[in-house]
C-alpha cells in the first residue's frame, strides 16, 4: 500500500493558478497509475486527471483539459496537478489516487487526505 500526501491548496482568484503537490511513500511509486480527483460540497467526487506509470500518456476531464496538467517526478515519489485559468467552479477537495491495476475510478485504492482548493471570483 502507497501513502499519499497532498500540498500545495489554497486561496486563488479566478484566472489563477495553483500547484498541487502529492508525495507518495511505501511501495515502489513507479508501479502506479496515478491520478487526481476532486469533491465539491454537496456534489460526489470527480475525475481530474490520470497519468500512466512513466509519465505518458494522460487523461482529463473535460471541464479541466486544456487548463490544468498532470505530471509525476518518479524519481522523487511525487506527481503534481498545475492548474491555470482557475474558475470558482473548480473549488473542491482535490485528492491524489493511486491505482496498480488501471485507470477507472474503482482501481484508485489508495487515497491521500485531501487539499482544499477555493477560487474567488
Known amino acids: 500500500q502507497v501513502q499519499l500526501v497532498e500540498s500545495g491548496g489554497g486561496l486563488a482568484r479566478a484566472g489563477g493558478s495553483l500547484r498541487l503537490s502529492c508525495a507518495a511513500s511505501?511501495?515502489?511509486?513507479?508501479?502506479?497509475?496515478m491520478g487526481w480527483f476532486r469533491q465539491a460540497p454537496g456534489k460526489e467526487r470527480e475525475f481530474v486527471a490520470a497519468?500512466?506509470?512513466?509519465?505518458?500518456?494522460?487523461n482529463y476531464a473535460s471541464s479541466v483539459k486544456g487548463r490544468f496538467t498532470i505530471s509525476r517526478d518518479n524519481a522523487k515519489n511525487t506527481v503534481y496537478l498545475q492548474m491555470n485559468s482557475l474558475k470558482p467552479e473548480d473549488t473542491a477537495v482535490y485528492y491524489c489516487?493511486?491505482?496498480?491495476?488501471?485507470?477507472?475510478?474503482?482501481?484508485?485504492?489508495?487515497w491521500g487526505q485531501g487539499t482544499q482548493v477555493t477560487v474567488s471570483s
Open positions: 489516487a493511486a491505482s496498480m491495476t488501471g485507470w477507472g475510478l474503482n482501481d484508485f485504492g489508495s
Open positions: 511505501g511501495r515502489t511509486f513507479s508501479s502506479y497509475v
Open positions: 497519468l500512466n506509470r512513466s509519465g505518458g500518456p494522460t
